[in-house]
């Protein structure tokens, strides 16, 4: 047992002396660092992510990060989406068929015999709608400055949890924010993007020009693309829009699985073992 | 003076690199050594971070002057002219790490979140996380 432990124990300061080495004399590409310029590819990004002169490569989007995630490598981020879909769905199939509904209608679980004091009570009452305003900021300026749908929906979920902490999962279920408006407003996001990726060919469709699909601007092949300016307001095209439905997605799907995570363990266990069915 | 500028700087990448990779040691540790599946858990999240750390390293550029630090890869004006695009060139970090890493953390959110439910259903049908318990559990 013990020459065990002394195994593992060297085994992995051997790995971090060894990684640390390699990288310190040049596994990076460059020795020694930090590198002093950015790659070739980096510079193409950086030069064509808002370049009014450059109309056929331009992303139209002053931040390079958001161009690069909804724009040149926008099919990543799709497919990022499906996977974070399918994940959250092996989570649903884990709780499938647990509901409240029961709990709920019993008397003795009104909302004031829960949650904590009501001193919290009073601060989270301020503070939710200042979170969702925060987090929707952060997802419409998405394409103006760091952040976007991914950062402002995982924001906006922070508010149903703060609820459900301090209030109990009981008062947000009794408020309306269940598990169904929040698949709802998964699926509405979901669909978005969907619709979103296809804008350019149904405008494509009915100009008769070429047009593909997950397409932003204007290309040498197919003239059509979304506006990158509405009256004067910069919105990048199609990030804008993909922006919000992700926002809708993450918070739909966050806050779905805080619901079910804070779902009471003796309600749970009688679904689980078979006693209750709805 | 430049180059004792240039020197600091490379030492203190190889002590933030050494950090890295101390945090995967730790990590793997926690991964492969210890029983609780929560441990386990908890651990793979400080191992991905210290990977997208690692990552956006890859894509820092060194000081041009110590006047000049570099940028945010973000254009501050919304009609750039192309001499500003140049000096934002010259300044900006690297942006496709960046991008590539709020991919991964998304991604490595969802699969957590999914380990934990699944995490949580174990504790719920065997009463422990102790994988060694589980592992000598019959039918």
Do not use: C
């Not at chain 1, 070739?40 to 030069?47: F, H, I, P, R, V």
């Not at chain 1, 804008?240 to 009471?264: C, D, H, K, Q």
């Not at chain 2, 793997?28 to 029983?35: C, E, H, K, Q, T």
């Not at chain 2, 979140?113 to 504790?123: A, G, H, M, R």
């Amino acid at each position: 047992m013990r020459i065990k432990k002394l195994l593992v124990l060297g085994s992995l300061i051997l790995l971090v002396l060894t990684f640390s080495l390699a990288f310190a004399r040049g596994a990076l590409g460059y020795y020694p660092l930090p590198l002093p310029r950015v790659r070739m590819l980096a510079s193409w990004y950086l030069y064509t992510t808002l370049n009014p002169q450059y109309t056929n490569f331009t992303a139209m989007s002053p931040v390079a990060v958001a161009a690069i995630v909804w724009d040149y490598r926008g099919l990543d981020t799709l497919f990022e989406t499906a996977v974070f879909f399918l994940a959250v769905v092996g989570a649903l199939t884990l709780m499938r068929g647990v509901t409240l509904k029961s709990v709920l209608n019993n008397a003795n679980n009104k909302d004031n015999n829960y949650g904590l004091s009501l001193i919290s009570k009073t601060a989270a009452r301020l503070l939710t709608p200042l979170i969702i305003a925060v987090s929707a900021s952060i997802a419409l300026h998405g394409h103006l400055t760091h952040g976007g749908g991914f950062q402002g929906g995982s924001a906006a979920a922070v508010a149903p949890l703060l609820v459900l902490v301090i209030f109990s999962v009981y008062f947000l279920l009794s408020r309306g924010i269940s598990e169904k408006p929040m698949f709802m407003l998964w699926t509405a996001g979901l669909l978005g993007i969907y619709l979103t990726t296809l804008a350019a060919v149904f405008i494509g469709l009915l100009t008769g020009l070429n047009a593909y699909v997950f397409q932003n601007q204007p290309k040498f092949d197919a003239p059509v693309g979304l506006p990158a300016q509405i009256s004067g307001t910069l919105i990048s095209g199609s990030l804008f829009f993909l922006n919000i439905f992700e926002y809708l997605a993450v918070a739909g799907e966050f806050t779905l699985v805080f619901i079910l995570l804070s779902m009471p363990e003796e309600v749970v266990k009688s679904f689980i073992s078979g006693e209750t069915y709805e | 003076m430049v180059r004792r500028m240039n020197e600091l700087n490379t030492f203190l990448f190889n002590i933030l690199l050494f950090s890295l990779f101390f945090n995967v040691g730790i990590s793997l540790y926690g991964i492969f050594a210890r029983p609780s599946l929560i441990k386990k858990i908890i651990a793979l999240t400080i191992f991905s971070d210290t990977a997208n750390v690692l990552a956006i390293i890859v894509g820092y550029r060194g000081w041009p002057s110590p006047e000049q630090p570099p940028i945010p890869p973000v254009i501050t004006s919304t009609e750039p002219t192309s001499e500003d695009l140049i000096r934002f060139i010259n300044r900006a970090v690297d942006p496709l790490p960046q991008a590539l890493v709020l991919t991964a953390i998304v991604i490595g959110l969802a699969v957590t979140l999914f380990l934990i439910f699944l995490t949580l259903q174990v504790y719920r049908l065997y009463g422990t996380t102790d994988v060694r318990r589980v592992a000598r559990l019959r039918g």
